[in-house]
C-alpha cells in the first residue's frame, strides 16, 4: 500500500520534526540531578490535592509572602482551591491596601476585598532589591511554569539547601543550593522543619510544607488545569468518534470507486 | 450543494450501483456525521461568544463607600459604580412628604413605586438610584443646584425630556420605568456601600 | 439581458442571485463537480488542513486581540488576564498558541508532499512559486505574534530576529531602527508588530486565494505525478474528496485538541512565562521549534553577513526549485534514485532542527554544516544533475490504467465528471 507508506512517513516526519522541541527541557540538567516527584496533577487525568494547596497557600502567606509577591493573582481566585467566600472576605480583610483616594485627594488605605490582587511585600523592584542585598525575589504567580522542570524543581530547590561541598567557593552573603543553577542563591533557606502550624494536624515536616506550597504554586500558575482537562476528555472523545464517522461514511462512497 | 439538479445527479451516480439497503444506511451515517458537524460548530462557537461577556475581573468589581456627610440637603451627588452613575440625594422635608403622598394610580411604572419602597427605612432623607435614564440610557440632570429638575422635582432627561420625581419615579415619559434601585446599605448613619 | 448568467440552480432564490452573481455556480465547478484525480492518499488532505487551521487562527485571534493590550507596561498581563480572567480566555489563547505549531506541522507535511510527487514541476511552477509566498508570509506572521506576550523570548527573540538585518552593509543598522521605531526593541516594536500581525493573516488569505485559482487553472497533481487523460481517471471533487477531507480534520482536530487540553505548554518555552526583561538575556535563547533549522543554517557560518544570507537563501532557493530539477517526472515513485535522496533532504532538515535546538557547539557545530551543505546541494548542485543521469521507471499509462489492470473493469462515472480537463 504505497498511500499508507507515505502517510506513515509524513508521520515520521512530525515526529522527528516535534523531537528537538522536546529536547529543550531536558537541555539544562547538565549535572543536576532532578527529583521526580510524581505529582498527582502532573498526570494526564490528574487534579490538585486540594487540602495540599490550601495548606499551601498558609506556607506562601506565612513565608514566602514576606519576600515573593503573587500579583497575577487576586483574593477571589482563592475559590480554585476550594475556599469559601466567606473565608477568602476574612483573608482579604485582613490585609490593608492602597484604595485610591478621599474626597480631599489624599492617598487612602483599607481593608481588601476580594477582587484585590494578593498585596506584594514590596512597593517596587527597587525597594525590593534593597531589601534583599540587590537580589529581586522573583513574582511567584507562574513559577511553575517559569522554570524548567516546573514542580519538581520548585521542590528540589526548597529541599535543596545543603551545606557547600569542601572547596566550593561562595560570595558573601549566598547560600549553597545543589538545585540552583550554579549553585549560589541569594534567598536563605526558607522553610525548615515546623516553619508553620497546620490546623489540619498534617506533618510539617519540610518535605509535607514544600510539596503543600509547591502544590500551591501549581495551582496558580494553572489554574484552569481541572476545567481545561475535564473538557479536554469530552472534546477529543468527540473528535475520535466523528473521525469514526467521517471514515465510514467516506468508505461506503468510495466502495464503488478504485 | 443538493439545490443542484445536475449537482445530485452526479454526486451519487457511482453509489448507485450499490444495493438500496446500502444507500439507507449511508443516509443514516450521513445523517450522524452532518448532526456532529452543527454540534461540534455549536460547541466550538460558544467560548468564543462567551469570552465577550464579563470577565471576572469585572464581575467582581469592588464595591463603592460614599461618605454621606457632605451632601446639601436639597442636593445630590453622582459616584460611579461598576462604570455607571449612581445618584445619591439628600432629600428636603417636603420633597420627602411630596414623595410619599404619590398614589401608585398616579405612576406610569407602579412597580417599587411606593416611597418607602425606594429607601431604606429611617433613612428616608436619602435617595440611591442608578442614574441611567430608563428610555435609552442618557443621564438626567438635577443634581447640581443650578440643573433643571423638571416640574416633579426630581431629574429631567435632557435627550427626551422624561421627567423622575422627588423618588426617582418617571412622571413623564417617553422613559417607560422608574430609575433603577442599585443594591446598597447603611455602613452607619452617614456612610453607605453601594454593591 | 445579454450580461446575465443563466442559471441552472432550481431553487428560486439561489437561481435568483446566481442569475445576478454566479457564485454558486462557480462554487459548483470549483468544489462540487470539480474533476479530481481520483488516486489521492491521505497526503492530499493537509491543503484543506491548512484551510481549517488558518480559519481557527483568524477566528481565535480576533477574540484575542478583544482583551489584549499592545503595550509594553500591558502586555504581558493582559495576557494573563485573558488566561485567568475572560471566560473560555485560556481555551482561545492555548488554541491560537498551539495553532501556530499545527500550521507549520500541517504546511511541513504539505511541502514534503509537493516536493516527492513533483508538485512543483510545469505547469503548476506558479502555484508553487505562491505556496513559497505563503510560507514565508506565515514565518513573518508567526514570529510577531511570538512576540505579543511579550515575555523573556519573546523580547529576546524580536531582538535577535530584528538584528539579523543589521547583517547587511550600510543600510543594515538603519533598516533595524526602522524596524524598531527606536534604538532598541521597545513599546512602538511591540506596537506595530501587533497592527502587522493582525494584517498579515488577510494578506495571506489573498496569496492563499491566489494559490488555489492556480490550483484550479492546472488541477491537482497525484500520487502518481501523470496528468488526467480522461474523465475516467478523476472523481467530482464533492462528495469525494469533501468527505475524504473531512476525515483528515476530524482527525487532525482530535490530534490538536489532544495538545491543546493535556500538553499546551509543551512546545512553549519556560523563558516565556517571565516578563520581558530588556536588562537580561536568559541562558539559552532559542526560537520556537518551527524556525530551528533555519537558526542552525544561520549559525552554521561563522560570518554574519553569510549566516544570514544562507539562512534567507534557504527559502529563496525554493522559489527556483522548477528550474533546478531537470527531471521530466513528477513522482518520487518513479525516480529510483530522488526516491532516497528526497528522504535524505528531510533528515537533513531534521538534524538541522535538532541542531537549532542545541547550543553551537562540538558536534552540533559539524552537524549543522554537514546538514546545511546538504541542503543546499541537493537543490543546488544534485537536483540540475539528477535529471540528466537518472534512468525513471516506466510511467503508467493513466491513473485508471493500473487500477484497471488489477480489477478488470473500471466504474461508470456521472455525466458531469466526464466532462474532459482542458488543462493538464
Redesign the interface.
Known amino acids: 500500500m ?3 507508506r ?2 506513515l ?2 508521520v515520521f ?2 515526529g ?10 531536558v ?2 540538567e547538565e549535572e543536576i540531578q532532578m527529583p521526580n516527584m510524581g505529582w498527582k496533577f502532573e498526570k ?1 487525568f490528574g487534579t490538585y490535592d486540594l487540602a495540599s494547596a490550601q495548606r499551601g497557600f498558609q506556607v506562601y502567606s506565612n513565608v514566602c509572602a514576606n519576600c515573593h509577591s503573587m500579583a ?1 493573582l ?1 483574593y ?2 482563592l475559590s480554585g482551591i476550594g475556599l469559601e467566600p466567606e473565608q477568602i472576605k476574612a483573608i482579604a480583610a485582613g490585609v490593608t491596601v492602597p484604595q485610591g483616594t478621599d ?1 480631599q485627594g489624599a492617598p487612602k488605605e483599607g481593608p481588601a ?4 490582587q494578593f498585596k506584594s511585600p514590596f512597593a517596587n523592584e527597587k525597594a525590593a532589591r534593597a531589601a534583599n542585598n540587590g537580589a529581586l525575589p ?1 513574582d511567584l ?2 513559577i511553575v ?4 522542570g ?1 514542580p519538581d524543581y520548585i521542590y528540589g530547590l526548597l529541599t535543596g539547601f545543603v551545606e557547600a561541598p569542601g572547596g566550593f567557593k561562595m560570595q558573601d552573603g549566598m547560600y549553597y543550593n545543589k538545585m540552583y ?1 550554579g549553585h549560589q542563591i541569594a534567598m536563605p533557606q526558607p522553610l525548615q522543619d515546623g516553619s508553620v502550624e497546620y490546623t489540619d494536624g498534617t506533618s510539617t515536616s519540610l518535605d509535607q510544607e514544600v510539596r503543600d506550597v509547591v502544590t500551591f504554586l501549581a495551582w496558580a ?1 494553572n ?2 488545569m481541572v476545567e ?2 475535564q ?3 469530552r ?2 472523545l ?6 469514526g ?6 468508505r ?7 | 450543494m443538493a439545490d443542484s439538479s445536475a449537482a445530485a445527479a452526479t454526486h451519487h451516480a ?2 448507485h ?2 444495493a438500496a439497503g ?1 444507500v439507507t ?2 443516509d443514516l ?2 445523517l ?2 452532518l448532526a ?2 452543527a454540534i ?1 460548530g455549536g ?1 466550538i462557537a460558544w467560548p468564543l461568544i462567551d469570552s465577550m461577556n464579563p470577565s ?2 469585572v464581575l ?4 463603592v463607600e460614599v ?1 454621606l456627610t ?1 451632601i446639601i440637603e436639597g442636593q445630590g451627588i453622582v459616584v460611579s459604580w461598576q462604570g455607571k452613575p449612581i445618584f445619591v440625594r439628600h432629600r428636603t422635608a417636603d420633597e420627602i412628604k411630596q414623595a410619599q403622598q404619590v398614589k401608585l394610580s398616579e405612576l406610569l411604572d407602579p412597580q417599587a413605586g411606593l416611597d418607602k419602597d425606594r429607601v431604606k427605612s429611617g433613612h428616608d432623607q436619602w435617595l440611591v438610584v442608578v442614574g441611567i435614564c430608563t428610555h435609552l440610557g442618557c443621564i438626567p440632570l438635577g443634581n447640581k443646584p443650578a440643573d433643571p429638575r423638571g416640574e416633579y422635582g426630581g431629574w429631567f432627561c435632557p435627550c427626551h425630556g422624561s421627567l423622575y420625581d422627588t423618588s426617582g419615579r418617571v412622571r413623564h415619559g417617553p422613559a417607560p420605568l422608574n430609575l433603577a434601585l442599585p443594591p446598597y446599605a447603611f455602613e452607619s448613619d452617614t456612610k453607605i456601600k453601594v454593591g | 439581458m445579454a450580461g446575465l448568467h443563466k442559471s441552472e440552480f432550481a431553487n428560486p432564490v439561489i437561481n435568483w442571485i446566481d442569475t445576478r452573481l454566479p457564485i454558486f455556480t462557480m462554487m459548483q465547478k470549483e468544489y462540487g463537480v470539480f474533476p479530481t484525480p ?1 488516486n489521492f ?3 492530499w488532505n493537509f491543503g484543506a488542513l491548512a484551510m481549517v487551521i488558518l480559519m481557527i487562527m483568524i477566528i481565535t485571534g480576533i477574540f484575542l486581540a478583544m482583551n489584549y493590550q499592545p503595550n509594553t507596561e500591558l502586555a504581558f ?1 493582559s495576557v ?1 488576564h485573558i ?2 480572567d475572560v471566560n473560555y480566555g ?2 482561545i489563547r ?1 488554541t491560537h498558541q498551539n495553532g501556530a505549531s499545527m500550521f507549520f ?1 500541517v504546511i ?2 504539505h511541502i ?2 509537493g516536493l ?1 510527487y513533483g508538485s512543483y514541476k510545469t505547469p503548476r511552477e506558479l502555484l508553487w512559486m505562491l505556496g513559497v509566498v505563503i510560507l514565508i508570509l506565515m514565518m513573518a506572521t508567526a514570529f510577531m505574534g511570538y512576540v505579543l506576550p511579550w515575555g523573556q523570548m519573546s523580547y529576546w527573540g524580536a531582538t535577535v530576529i530584528t538584528n539579523l538585518f543589521s547583517a547587511f552593509p550600510v543600510v543594515g543598522p538603519k533598516i533595524v531602527t526602522l524596524l524598531w521605531g527606536g534604538f532598541s526593541v521597545d513599546n512602538p516594536t511591540l506596537n506595530r508588530f501587533f497592527a502587522l500581525h493582525y494584517l498579515l493573516p488577510f494578506v495571506l488569505v489573498g496569496v492563499i486565494f491566489l494559490h488555489v485559482a492556480a490550483l484550479h487553472i492546472t488541477g491537482s497533481n497525484n ?1 502518481l505525478g501523470i496528468d488526467v487523460k480522461s474523465p475516467q481517471d478523476t ?1 467530482p471533487f464533492h ?2 474528496y469533501t ?2 477531507d ?2 483528515g480534520i ?2 487532525f ?2 490530534f490538536f ?2 495538545i ?3 500538553f ?4 512553549g ?3 516565556n ?2 516578563p520581558a526583561n530588556p536588562l537580561q538575556t536568559p ?2 535563547i ?1 526560537p ?3 524556525f ?1 533549522p533555519y537558526y542552525a543554517i544561520l549559525r552554521s557560518v561563522p560570518n554574519k553577513l553569510l549566516g544570514v544570507c544562507m539562512m534567507f537563501g534557504s527559502l529563496i532557493v525554493l522559489f527556483v526549485l522548477p528550474w533546478l530539477d531537470t527531471s521530466r517526472i513528477r513522482s518520487a ?1 518513479f525516480r529510483p534514485v530522488y526516491k532516497w535522496l528526497i ?1 535524505v533532504w ?1 533528515l537533513a532538515f ?1 538534524v538541522l ?2 541542531c ?3 547550543k553551537p557547539e562540538g558536534i552540533w557545530v559539524i552537524l549543522s554544516r554537514v546538514a546545511t551543505l546538504y541542503y543546499f546541494a541537493h537543490f543546488l548542485v544534485i537536483l540540475p544533475v539528477l535529471g540528466k543521469l537518472e534512468r525513471p521507471l516506466p510511467l503508467p499509462e493513466s491513473i485508471s490504467q493500473p ?1 484497471l489492470g488489477r ?1 478488470g473493469g ?2 461508470l462515472l456521472g455525466a458531469a465528471a466526464a466532462k474532459p480537463m482542458e488543462k493538464a
Open positions: 504505497r498511500p499508507m507515505s502517510l512517513a509524513g516526519a512530525i522527528l520534526l516535534a523531537a528537538p522541541s522536546l529536547s529543550v527541557p537541555r539544562a494526564l497575577l487576586h477571589r481566585d474626597d476585598t476580594p477582587a484585590n522573583p504567580s507562574l511554569n517559569a522554570r524548567e516546573g543553577p500558575s489554574p484552569e481545561r482537562k473538557m479536554g476528555v472534546i477529543v468527540f473528535f475520535v468518534f466523528m473521525t464517522i467521517t471514515y465510514a461514511v467516506k461506503r462512497l468510495w466502495s464503488d470507486v478504485h | 457511482p453509489g450501483h450499490g446500502d444506511k449511508r451515517l450521513q450522524i456525521a456532529g458537524a461540534g460547541a471576572k475581573d467582581a468589581l469592588s464595591s461618605d457632605p | 481520483k492518499n491521505y497526503l498581563n494573563q488566561m485567568r485560556w481555551l492555548y506541522i511541513y507535511i514534503f508532499r516527492y500520487p472523481l462528495p469525494y468527505v475524504k473531512s476525515v476530524c482527525a482536530l482530535a485538541a489532544a491543546i487540553f493535556f499546551p505548554n509543551m512546545l518555552d519556560p523563558n512565562f517571565i541562558a539559552d532559542v520556537e521549534w518551527y530551528l515513485r528522504w528531510v531534521v532542527g535538532v537549532g535546538a542545541h487500477v480489477r473500471g466504474p
